[in-house]
C-alpha cells in the first residue's frame, strides 16, 4: 500500500505494552481464576455510590457530554478550594500528559524527566517531536533533584515527577519538592504527577495545590483510576493556573469525556467510605506482605502507593510464565530497567497472601530457596 511517510518523530516511539488483559490469561492457560497485580488498580473495585450514579444514568447517554464537565469540576473546586478556571478534565491522565506537550512542545523541545517512571512522559514528548532527558533515580531509588536540575538547559520547557513515583513508589517530600520547584527557571513547567497521591500515608508527602500559590508554573495531575477504581471509564483531571489551563483547554477535543465517567467521577469524589477503605486496604497489604517477604529474604523498595517493586533475585522474565501458570498477572522489573525486580500491586488480603506463596514456589522452581536474598 503506498502511504506518504510517517512523521519521522514516530519512528522512536514504541507501542504501550499493557498489562496483560485476566481474558487473555484465563485463555491461554485454560484458568478458571485470575488475579491481576499489574496495573495498580483498585481490587475493591469502583466505589458503589459511583455505581449507582452510573446504573441511573444509563438513559442519558443519547446526549453529549457536557464538555465542560461543569458539575464534576463544581466538587472539585468545593473539595480543593480552587477555581473551575484552574481545571481541565481529560480523558484519563493519560490525555491529559499529551495535552500538555501538544500545548508547549515544539520538535526539538526538551524534557526532564527521571528513570524508570511512567512511560507515557516519555511517549507525550517523542509524539511531538520533543526530546527526552532521563536523570536515573539514585541508588536508593530516590530522586536526584540535583541531577534533574542540572539537566535542565534553555529548551527545557517541562519537567515531570511522578509523586510517589512508578515503579518504585518512592516520593519527594514537600520541602525538597518546594526548593526544587524555586531553583527552576521561571519558563519551565513542573508536572507532578500524583495518581497514587491518596494512598501516601506519610506526613511529609506534598500539599502540592500550597506549591500552586507559589507563582511557579505548575500543573498537578490526579486521576480516576487507581483508588476510585474507575480506570475503565478512563477520567483524569489537571490542576494548574489559569493561564496554564486555558492554554490546554485549546487543544482539547469538545467531548473528551464520556458522559459515564463524568458521572462516576462526581460520585466516587462523595464517597469517602470507599477512600478510607481501599486505603486503609493498601496499609494492611503493605505489613503483609513485607511481613511475607521478609520469610524470603526479600524487602521491598519502601512505597507510599498501592504497589510495590521488589528484587526477587532471579530474572522476572523467568518468573513471569510461572505466576501466569499460577494465575496471577504481575509486572516484569525489565520495562523498567531492572530485569530482577517486579512490581505488584496490592490486592485484596487473600489475594496478597497467594501472591506470596506463588513467589515462593516461583522463586523454587528456579532454583533461588530459601535464605538467598533477593534484595539489593
Ligand atoms: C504515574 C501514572 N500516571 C498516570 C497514569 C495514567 O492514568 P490514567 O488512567 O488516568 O490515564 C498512570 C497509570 O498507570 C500512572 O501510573
Redesign the pocket.
Known sequence: MDLPPKRECLEEIKPYVPGKPVEEVKREYNLEEVIKLA??ENPLGPSPRAQEAMRESVEEVSFYPDGNCYRLKRILTRRMGVDQEELII????????KLLAETYINPGDEAVMPQP??S?YDFAMKVMGGISRFVPLRSDFEYDLEAMLEAVNERTRLVFL?N????TGTFVNHRNLSNFIKKLPRGVIVVV????CEYASDPYFPHSLELLEGGHPLLV??????IYGL?GL???YGIGSKQLIADMQRVREPFNVNYMAQVAAAAALEDDLHLARSRNLVEEGRRQVALGLEEMGLYPVPSQANFFFVNIGVDSREAFPLFLKRGIVIRTGDIFGYPNYIRVNFGTLEQNQLFLDALKEVREELGVGEGSPGSG
Do not use: H
Open positions: 496495573s495498580n481529560g480523558n484519563g491522565s493519560d490525555e491529559l500528559l517512571s511512567f507515557e511522578c510517589p513515583n512508578n515503579p504527577d500524583e495518581a497514587y495531575l490526579r486521576t480516576f483510576s487507581k480506570a478512563r477520567i483524569g
